[in-house]
């Protein structure tokens, strides 16, 4: 495996939610301008159209896709704003690796809007008391549905080889890219999962999420039906979920027979760990780069 080495580099993104921030210490070209694209939907019994941008490396393709979810911000404010779906460093990131890249913004968020259908149906107080009934396999279906959508979309587009398609999420991204691994769609060949999950409150309960057991019970159910090559991604120090729920997880979703590896990483320094795809770049790069490379690619080296 290459060294990864800290050299120049500029960052280019807005910081939207917590995984839109800054890349981090592993450097990325920028990625290209990107080109806005709709997407039709159906989701939630309604149909839509919901906005995502491509980036495309230099070249006619077609070329190997990541599809990529976002994270889901705790204010209403800033899930209304989301304007960039990933940051461009990532995007820049897999553009140099040879990929394309297609970064939807999922109903109930940004400029798609429509109605919010990743709502967890949990409450939690200004103590930090859970309550409530939790919607996680719901918000899973709904959010797994549009990558579906996503799939068939690529089907029909010229620069895309949509024979081989890379899930990638963060957070609720992540849960959702799980969810959509155990479809078995045509022309997935893989995905990867940083920090997925949902019920989490950093401020109110740093460390632990609300009902993190169903959860368990869902990633379970998800690991039956998971054939694809799989990575999971969680720091030591995230405060959405606490260093041991992920490790439950993943340890339901293998005893059900999914396969894949489950990574923890040393602490984000100085950082929430949940920051780790924006803030950790040398704790996940190299198990990403050694991920995509027993899938067939080359890792293209860092600057």
């Given at each position: 495996m290459k060294r990864?080495?800290?050299?120049?580099?500029?960052?280019?993104?807005?910081?939207?939610?917590?995984?839109?921030?800054?890349?981090?210490?592993?450097?990325?070209?920028?990625?290209?301008?990107?080109?806005?694209?709709?997407i039709p939907v159906h989701v939630g019994g309604k149909d839509l159209n919901m906005v995502a941008f491509v980036y495309q490396p230099p070249g006619s393709g077609p070329f190997p896709v990541?599809?990529?979810?976002?994270?889901?911000?705790?204010?209403?404010?800033?899930?209304?704003?989301?304007?960039?779906?990933?940051?461009?460093?990532?995007?820049?990131?897999?553009?140099?690796?040879?990929?394309?890249?297609?970064?939807?913004?999922?109903?109930?968020?940004?400029?798609?809007?429509?109605?919010?259908?990743?709502?967890?149906?949990?409450?939690?107080?200004?103590?930090?008391?859970?309550?409530?009934?939790?919607?996680?396999a719901q918000v899973a279906k709904n959010a797994a549905d549009t990558i579906e959508a996503d799939v068939t979309w690529l089907r029909h587009q010229s620069w895309a080889n949509s024979k081989k398609i890379i899930l990638v999420g963060q957070s609720v991204g992540?849960?959702?890219?799980?969810?959509?691994?155990?479809?078995?769609?045509?022309?997935?060949?893989?995905y990867i999962n940083f920090s997925g999950g949902t019920g989490g409150d950093p401020e109110r309960m740093p460390g632990r999420s609300c009902f993190p057991e169903a959860l368990t019970a869902l990633y379970g159910q998800l690991g039956r039906t998971t054939k694809l090559p799989n990575l999971w991604l969680y720091a030591q120090n995230d405060l959405f979920w606490g260093e041991a729920a992920p490790k439950l997880w993943h340890a339901a979703f293998s005893k059900a027979g999914g396969t894949g590896e489950f990574i923890e990483t040393a602490a984000v320094p100085d950082e929430d760990g949940h920051k780790l795809l924006a803030k950790g770049g040398r704790l996940w790069s190299v198990h990403v780069d050694a991920f995509i490379e027993t899938l067939g690619f080359v890792a293209a080296p860092h600057d």
């Open positions: 990864h080495l800290l050299g120049r580099c500029q960052v280019i993104g807005s910081c939207i939610m917590l995984a839109f921030a800054s890349f981090g210490p592993v450097c990325a070209e920028p990625a290209p301008n990107p080109e806005k694209v709709s990541i599809i990529f979810s976002h994270g889901r911000s705790p204010k209403v404010s800033e899930r209304a704003g989301l304007d960039q779906p990933i940051l461009a460093g990532h995007a820049g990131y897999w553009v140099k690796k040879g990929f394309a890249v297609l970064a939807p913004i999922r109903p109930g968020y940004g400029e798609t809007g429509g109605d919010d259908l990743e709502v967890s149906g949990i409450k939690i107080s200004a103590s930090g008391e859970c309550s409530g009934s939790p919607l996680y992540g849960m959702t890219t799980v969810a959509a691994g155990a479809r078995h769609l045509s022309g997935v060949i893989a």
